[in-house]
């Protein structure tokens, strides 16, 4: 897609509000007008004008760049802000003010960088990408405050912010790849926290729903004796007639239901199926009853 046929609403991101999110809006901001091919117009000034005037042409064709320049900024920054570039005649002037008044370069805002950095550590049960993603974008100002950090450095500096439940998986790093100065990228080390982090998540939600399950299972047999009935086929309490196993042991049997009267001689346990035969001896969960 040509730079003529491209619109500024292809690109969406959070506007500019402040210097809370100046460092992130700068590096979006930035790209979009390379993509554009508009950022040099917020690197430097319009040429100026030749005394046999040749290039006037070629000035106005700059002014008009830059005016869509200083548009497309404008629309990716919030009201509250807005204010601050007002007065800008041009897409650089713009681009400097801000970078002024957001940019902290001073020797205290890049202490304070390098603190938070260092400080930021992982709490357990934390959403991890939120974490590497804070780590990210402090290391990220620091380069924007002219303190750029080595991708080792940055690596070492995460591992570290792990808690102890991960001293397992950073022994298993191989110090080669921190200390790598061929290919020091960070981005391997966050992928293999992230597939990590994976990992612990599936394991811990496997056994969640182990527990569940048995937990239900308890439940059900638990819930298979409730004192507030009788049944209508044996008179005993805690069941009902479609569970009564002296009915089903009947019918099976082809016997008759036992009349189970309150004055009966023979000893019956309270909510077990125990048959009224003399001289037997049944086992009922665990229990063994002698009726003689």
């Not at 204010?83 to 008044?101: C, F, P």
């Not at 100002?141 to 950073?170: K, R």
């Amino acid at each position: 897609m040509s730079t003529s046929t491209k619109s500024t609403s292809t690109y969406r991101i959070e506007p500019l509000y402040g210097a809370a999110n100046y460092n992130v809006w700068h590096i979006k901001m930035r790209h979009i007008l390379i993509d554009l091919g508009l950022f040099k117009y917020v690197e430097s000034m319009a040429p100026p004008l030749t005394a046999d005037k040749s290039n006037e042409s070629a000035i106005e064709i700059w002014n008009e760049k830059d005016h869509k320049t200083l548009f497309t900024i404008s629309l990716h920054i919030d009201d509250s802000a807005l204010v601050y570039i007002a007065g800008a005649t041009t897409s650089k002037e713009a681009w400097d003010t801000l970078k002024r008044m957001y940019e902290a370069a001073g020797t205290i805002s890049i202490i304070a960088t390098c603190q938070k950095l260092f400080r930021t550590h992982y709490p357990e049960g934390a959403n991890i990408e939120e974490h590497i993603h804070t780590l990210c974008g402090l290391h990220q100002q620091l380069a924007g405050q002219g303190q750029a950090m080595l991708g080792s450095e940055f690596s070492t500096i995460l591992l570290t912010s792990l808690p102890d439940s991960w001293d397992l998986f950073v022994s298993t790093i191989d110090k080669s790849t921190i200390l790598d100065t061929v290919d020091p990228n960070s981005s391997k080390h966050i992928s293999k926290i992230l597939e990590e982090d994976l990992r612990k998540t599936s394991k811990n939600t496997s056994s969640e729903i182990a527990l569940s399950a048995h937990g239900n299972h308890n439940h059900y047999h638990r819930s298979k004796y409730n004192a507030n009935v009788t049944c209508y086929y044996c008179k005993r309490v805690g069941h009902i007639q479609k569970e009564c196993r002296t009915k089903k042991q009947n019918l099976q049997s082809g016997g008759k239901p036992e009349n189970n009267s309150n004055n009966n001689s023979n000893f019956c346990g309270h909510g077990k199926n125990f048959q009224n035969f003399s001289n037997t001896a049944y086992s009922v969960q665990s229990e063994f009853v002698f009726i003689t």
